[in-house]
């Protein structure tokens, strides 16, 4: 195949693989707007594919038409300007992982809220009821001498 520089990769390599990157994202993008996906999640991820969308046309220029033996300073700054971005994906990934842990703690503090309100709330009616049996009797009995106090 004749080209006019001397790249790393030809365009017809290049180019159909950067464009279904975009369509995916872009696919993505709007999938994350359905009202179940929280908002900080949705935040990030979306910067994220913002930075993905710029580096394809970037990554494509320094691949497929910079040629280093011609002119050196482009070739260099689409390179720099590729992995900067890669280097931004990577932090938002990071971002998104830390901000999946806050979600899931937050998830789960509040099935624990929700089932100790529910334990308390069963007691309370057995308590008011009298329906109280020999084994919850003795439970609370052993509670009580938790730590030597009776």
Same mark, same amino acid.
């Given at each position: 195949m004749f080209l006019l520089a001397d790249v790393h990769v030809a365009p017809v390599i290049t180019i159909p693989p950067a464009i279904a990157v975009v369509v995916a994202a872009v696919w993505y993008w709007n999938r994350l707007g359905r009202p179940d996906v929280p908002v900080s999640r949705k935040k990030i991820r979306r910067f994220s594919i913002v930075l993905i969308i710029v580096? #394809? &046309?970037?990554?494509?220029?320094?691949?497929?038409?910079?040629? &280093?033996?011609?002119?050196?300073?482009? +070739?260099? +700054?689409?390179? #720099? @300007?590729? #992995?900067? @971005?890669?280097?931004? @994906?990577m932090g938002t990934a990071i971002a998104d992982a830390l901000n999946s842990v806050r979600l899931h703690g937050k998830m789960l503090r509040g099935e624990v809220e929700s089932a100790a309100s529910e334990l308390a709330r069963v007691m309370k009616e057995r308590a008011e009821t009298g329906d109280v049996d020999e084994s919850t009797a003795g439970d609370s009995r052993a509670s009580d001498n938790v730590g030597g106090r009776r």
């Amino acid at each position: 195949m004749f080209l006019l520089a001397d790249v790393h990769v030809a365009p017809v390599i290049t180019i159909p693989p950067a464009i279904a990157v975009v369509v995916a994202a872009v696919w993505y993008w709007n999938r994350l707007g359905r009202p179940d996906v929280p908002v900080s999640r949705k935040k990030i991820r979306r910067f994220s594919i913002v930075l993905i969308i710029v580096l #394809m &046309p970037v990554l494509v220029s320094a691949l497929s038409f910079r040629d &280093p033996t011609v002119d050196r300073e482009a +070739y260099v +700054y689409s390179w #720099m @300007i590729s #992995m900067g @971005i890669l280097l931004g @994906i990577m932090g938002t990934a990071i971002a998104d992982a830390l901000n999946s842990v806050r979600l899931h703690g937050k998830m789960l503090r509040g099935e624990v809220e929700s089932a100790a309100s529910e334990l308390a709330r069963v007691m309370k009616e057995r308590a008011e009821t009298g329906d109280v049996d020999e084994s919850t009797a003795g439970d609370s009995r052993a509670s009580d001498n938790v730590g030597g106090r009776r």
